[in-house]
């Protein structure tokens, strides 16, 4: 087995199944529609989503180095192919839905479900895919935790299956779901960060600034060293 070409298609199946989440958001406006209106809106929210869930999948280990699930065992890599099957199916069945929720500003309940099951649905699987893979990063050594990572996905998964019992109408649905997938896309960003690093980049000043803390440093421990080593000689 090919495992590079068996990932590379398998990502590219997900991505056209998200592509289908893409076109079910167009829509042909009439001059009452121009400006910013609620279907507007709710296109933008499902560019939104699909655009986070694609974010989401392809950075599924939630770690900088991992043992891929396919490498990892046989057991662990037929999981990850298998959970591919519920993800898409979820995915399809909730861009169904989108299409419906762009085009109308009231739909039935059961379209609710379609949306809201599907997308947390898709979110759960895509944290059991996470969980498949190893991870190598040493404990503590980023901001956020991968299993706090990835037991929040499952956490937004939970909460996007319960929304249509809130009775929202379209609009609010797709907002809530794509402020969910953005804050998941943010905090893990952030949860990636190694501790200490900063989050933004230091500029040419404080890069030299610290650059020359660290040389007073290294020429303090150096100095340390070299009169411990003379008083070792001394004391012989």
């Known amino acids: 087995l090919n495992i590079e070409h068996f990932l590379e298609r398998t990502a590219a199946f997900v991505v056209i199944v998200l592509g289908e989440m893409v076109l079910s958001v167009v829509y042909h406006a009439t001059p009452a529609q121009v400006g910013f209106k609620n279907i507007y809106g709710k296109a933008i929210c499902g560019l939104m989503i699909a655009f986070n869930f694609c974010w989401l999948y392809f950075d599924a280990e939630c770690s900088h180095r991992f043992l891929h699930a396919l490498r990892r065992h046989w057991f662990t890599g037929l999981t990850f192919t298998n959970l591919h099957y519920p993800l898409s199916a979820a995915l399809i069945l909730a861009g ?20 809201g099951g599907g997308l947390g649905v898709a979110m759960f ?112």
């Open 125 to 236: 699987t895509m944290a059991l895919i996470g969980f498949t893979h190893r991870n190598l990063d040493p404990t503590g050594t980023t901001r956020l935790g991968r299993n706090t990572q990835l037991g929040l996905r499952c956490a937004v998964g939970v909460v996007m299956i319960c929304l249509p019992l809130s009775k929202l109408n379209p609009l609010e649905m797709m907002g809530t779901c794509a402020g969910l997938t953005s804050f998941l896309v943010v905090e893990e960003t952030f949860g990636k960060l190694h501790r200490g690093e900063p989050i933004s980049k230091p500029n040419a000043s404080e890069q030299d600034l610290h650059a020359q803390r660290n040389d007073e440093i290294t020429e303090t421990t150096s100095k340390v060293g070299e009169t411990k080593e003379g008083l070792t000689r001394k004391a012989d």
């Open 96 to 115: 169904a839905a989108t299409s419906r929720m762009t085009q109308e500003d009231e739909v039935t309940e059961a379209i609710n479900w379609y949306f």
